[in-house]
């Protein structure tokens, strides 16, 4: 199996440069910098180019916003869907990891040629539901489960924007390892799961969720609520120690048994200028 590597061709967002651990991107018609840990390398573009950012987030805790573009929420869209990035301080996230998209462009095929009316999806540590919209825009039911309240509220904000509010999406604030635990129990079952796991995260109530030591233990869970045609899962992790094979091991392992094919890799964007690819995270694939 080889390592693959995915680079996002949304024309919503451009990664127009990177260098000393920042990144230039454009989100829509918002142009932002950002620190990136993993740029260790030199700019290609001249620092005139980088003084023409919107707004650049301070490690401090905070957005400094320009005349040009001075709104803090904007639109962006993904086919139908409508996602409504933001800058508030104390995070660098605008609310899209645009680099997820080669994900939702082969969900949606996946589903779609998949030729079934019913899939149910799992989305779990969805966060603001890009995944989430995406499945349900080509007609999956899908339960959206993150421990953030403000990220589901977020998430059904997109909703609304993409006029999508009758779409079959059960929104759920839990604990993704107790809500996974619950649906065995009361033998809900899905065709498709999708999960982003943090490397370290709280639920809702302070359960502790560390990624290394839970992450194999929890896709076995994962898989115990699949139904016996299950249809495909996604597992992406940021995590700067890990490498897509060892989650591509995880992946097969949990899957052995239902036949199919794992593959893993990493998702990257692609400067628009130097052609310079920028890692983001790593992914394990497994399909029927
Ligand atoms: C990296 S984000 C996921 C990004 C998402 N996949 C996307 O592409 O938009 C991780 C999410 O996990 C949620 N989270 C952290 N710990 C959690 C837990 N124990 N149970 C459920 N959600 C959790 C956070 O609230 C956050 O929204």
């Not at 301080?89 to 605008?94: E, L």
Request: overall charge positive; hydrophobic content about 35%.
């Amino acid at each position: 199996m080889n390592i693959e590597i995915l680079t996002s061709h949304w024309t919503e967002h451009e990664l127009l440069d990177s260098g000393n651990r920042r990144k230039l991107e454009r989100f829509g018609n918002h142009v932002l910098i950002r620190s990136e840990p993993k740029a260790w390398w030199k700019p290609s573009l001249p620092e005139d180019e980088w003084k023409k950012a919107d707004a650049v987030y301070e490690d401090s805790g905070r957005w400094i916003v320009g005349n040009r573009n001075p709104t803090r929420e904007w639109l962006m869209r993904y086919g139908k869907i409508s996602f409504q990035p933001r800058l508030t301080d104390m995070s660098k996230h605008v609310g899209i990891f645009p680099e997820q998209s080669p994900h939702w462009d082969w969900m949606i095929k996946k589903i779609t040629s998949s030729g079934r009316k019913d899939i149910k999806l799992l989305n779990l540590f969805g966060y603001t539901g890009a995944a989430t919209l995406a499945a349900a825009s080509c007609g999956a039911g899908v339960t959206h489960v993150d421990a953030s309240k403000p990220s589901v509220s977020w998430a059904r904000r997109n909703q609304e924007l993409s006029k999508m509010e009758t779409a079959p999406v059960r929104w759920i604030i839990d604990d993704a390892v107790k809500f996974v635990r619950r649906e065995i129990r009361r033998n809900s079952r899905y065709d498709a799961i999708v999960l982003d796991p943090p490397s370290f995260g709280r639920g809702p109530d302070g359960e502790i969720w560390k990624a290394e030591e839970s992450i194999a233990e929890f896709m076995d869970l994962c898989r115990q609520t699949l139904t016996d045609n299950p249809l495909f899962i996604i597992l992406t992790m940021y995590n700067l120690e890990a490498s897509s094979i060892m989650l591509g091991n995880i992946v097969s392992d949990t899957m052995k048994q239902s036949g199919g094919t794992a593959s893993f890799g990493e998702l990257a964007l692609q400067e628009k200028t130097s052609g310079r690819m920028l890692p983001m995270s790593i992914y394990s694939r497994w399909e029927k």
